[in-house]
DNA sequence: CTGGTCATGTAACCCGTTACATGATTTC
DNA sequence: GAAATCATGTAACGGGTTACATGACCAG
């Protein structure tokens, strides 16, 4: 029953459509949530049924038309019901931590190559979330933005993104560096 | 259809019961993975019926049977299919992260105190792994231990545990000063 | 003319969560 | 005597994933 306050915590950067919020919240740039676009479309209309959003259509020449959102007074009226309530903590489940977690029993390499591949994604994250961090905070530096910045929610977990992007390179690099070293050493 | 290569993978360091399961899958020492005993339970029941693991009854003086459990020959080679499949990517889900993208809309207050709580958290679990990490490795430090060690996939994912944990401490805090200076400087 | 982007959905299935159920032993 | 620990499950529900479906426009 979290999604809808992501929705509605997305929403309050102005008006989106289905599909962008799909893209934001697809691989992405989703850096507090993540979710599929048929979930979206799916929980935007329960939300629009309750009246915690408000759908208005917007017909494009050349495109189709399409439905911007805006989230309404019992939106945030139920935004600040659920920021009240205690958080549930956060869990990890990545498929990959269960395969370092399992590399002295399996091949290394393949395990070798996905961890890479994790690095290479971490990277493209980190520059992205850059690049937003930047527009955000626009000529002011970081700790005048954060002192006097008009929103800063999107700004700080923002930052979490990128720390937490810039923490899985490091270690898939230093995973693949300790697997390749014992490779080459077992070879022997 | 992933919870069971989390099991294989733990089961992998020995025999265990779904009790002791449990407990590492649950809130605690979960590093890789999480999961409900219910959940535990059903699945290792699947798995065995499967023959993937294979379950011992011990019966105890004083304290009810248990069941422990072992990988099979069968269960290793579904993990090495699991290894060689590509990694689907990782996504964060987290209720607090919404709440710190809305928190220029609601009461800043709640929020301030959950990120606390999330610091305390995060703070018992690096102490957690931290000892964990102590234990698998002896009396060897790191580098000989990650060089020479027989059995070092569950060592790496609990450092990338302890860095997540580090680096969800480091954020809170950070957050919590910036939430309660703009309190400070909005109430004159 | 193939593939990518824009744009929005429905339906089936399965995994994960919540709730319920039991019972003995140890600790405070 | 209450609460925590040890120990294992069943059942219902709901949210998330996978698969399916449609259609116009634009770039190479």
Same mark, same amino acid.
């Given at each position: 029953?979290?999604?809808?306050?992501?929705?509605?915590?997305?929403?309050?950067?102005?008006? &989106?459509?289905?599909?962008?919020?799909?893209?934001?919240?697809?691989?992405?740039?989703?850096?507090?949530?993540?979710?599929?676009?048929?979930?979206?479309?799916?929980?935007?209309?329960?939300?629009?049924?309750?009246?915690?959003?408000?759908?208005?259509?917007?017909?494009?020449?050349?495109?189709?038309?399409?439905?911007?959102?805006?989230?309404?007074?019992?939106?945030?009226?139920?935004?600040?019901?659920?920021?009240?309530?205690?958080?549930?903590?956060?869990?990890?489940?990545?498929?990959?931590?269960?395969?370092?977690?399992?590399?002295?029993?399996?091949?290394?390499?393949?395990?070798?190559?996905?961890?890479?591949?994790?690095?290479?994604?971490?990277?493209?994250?980190?520059?992205?979330?850059?690049?937003?961090?930047?527009?955000?905070?626009?000529?002011?530096?970081?700790?005048?933005?954060?002192?006097?910045?008009?929103?800063?929610?999107? &700004?700080?977990?923002?930052?979490?993104?990128?720390?937490?992007?810039?923490?899985?390179?490091?270690?898939?690099?230093?995973?693949?560096?300790?697997?390749?070293?014992?490779?080459?050493?077992?070879?022997?």
């Amino acid at each position: 029953m979290a999604l809808r306050h992501a929705l509605l915590a997305a929403l309050l950067d102005g008006e &989106y459509s289905g599909y962008q919020l799909a893209k934001a919240f697809d691989a992405g740039v989703a850096n507090f949530w993540h979710a599929l676009p048929q979930q979206l479309y799916l929980e935007l209309s329960k939300l629009e049924k309750e009246g915690l959003v408000a759908g208005r259509r917007v017909v494009q020449e050349g495109r189709p038309a399409k439905r911007l959102f805006t989230v309404t007074g019992a939106g945030l009226a139920e935004l600040e019901r659920f920021a009240l309530a205690p958080a549930k903590p956060s869990f990890i489940r990545d498929d990959l931590l269960v395969k370092v977690q399992a590399v002295d029993a399996v091949t290394a390499g393949a395990v070798i190559e996905q961890l890479r591949e994790r690095a290479r994604v971490a990277e493209a994250k980190i520059i992205v979330f850059g690049k937003l961090l930047r527009r955000m905070r626009g000529d002011r530096d970081e700790e005048t933005f954060l002192r006097a910045g008009e929103r800063i929610g999107p &700004y700080l977990t923002c930052l979490r993104g990128r720390q937490f992007e810039r923490e899985t390179r490091a270690w898939c690099t230093r995973a693949v560096a300790v697997l390749r070293a014992r490779e080459a050493a077992s070879r022997q």
